[in-house]
């Protein structure tokens, strides 16, 4: 009889400790898990320039004068009409943004009465521009990003209206080095 009490209580302490390390192993079980997310890029060349460091970038463009039937190719005169390109390539962006072109004539540019007219995004429909307001805006949404955005913005010496320049200024203009350069600040902003 003895020998049945001692193995009904070894027995006991055995489901005893079974139990209780039954529970205590579902309060101390871990688990490691490692999330593996990616993080976004935002790489947008303007002109094959990376301005990824950048959220403005600021050029000095001299424009192309192609030239008409009155003024010969390359060369600026009152009324002449030119026009520049930038390519925004955000296809290694992985986010829509924002982007916001500043327009102005640059100090050191010998003609001041240069004005963007117009501008024409990837061969569309041109755009007209106020001659009060020279910037350009507008957002690309992350599934459209599939391309080059090729801007061309139109731009003509004025003469007429609203000309600060008279002729003698004109024609000083026209022998300078520098006489046609235009400030260009671009401005791009993540869309949250």
């Known amino acids: 009889m003895k020998k049945k009490v001692i193995l009904l209580v070894v027995l006991s302490i055995l489901l005893c400790l079974f139990f209780v390390q039954e529970s205590f192993a579902k309060y101390i079980t871990e688990a490691n898990e490692t999330a593996n997310m990616s993080i976004a890029r935002w790489k947008i060349l303007v002109n094959n320039e990376d301005i990824r460091d950048e959220n403005t970038v600021n050029a000095v463009i001299n424009p192309v004068f192609p030239g008409n039937d009155n003024i010969a190719e390359n060369i600026i005169a009152p009324t002449s009409e030119g026009y520049f390109d930038l390519i925004i390539d955000a296809r290694e962006a992985d986010v829509s943004f924002k982007y916001k072109i500043t327009l102005s004539v640059n100090e050191d540019s010998s003609v001041r009465d240069l004005v963007a007219t117009k501008y024409v995004i990837n061969d569309g429909e041109e755009i007209a521009l106020d001659s009060s307001n ?55 902003t993540q869309v949250v």
Do not use: C
């Open 134 to 188: 020279q910037v350009i805006e507008n957002t690309v949404l992350h599934r459209d990003n599939t391309g080059t955005i090729n801007i061309r913005v139109y731009i003509v010496w004025n003469d007429g209206d609203g000309a600060s320049m008279d002729n003698s200024e004109d024609t000083s203009a026209t022998i300078s080095s520098n006489s046609a350069m235009m400030n260009v600040s671009l401005n791009f």
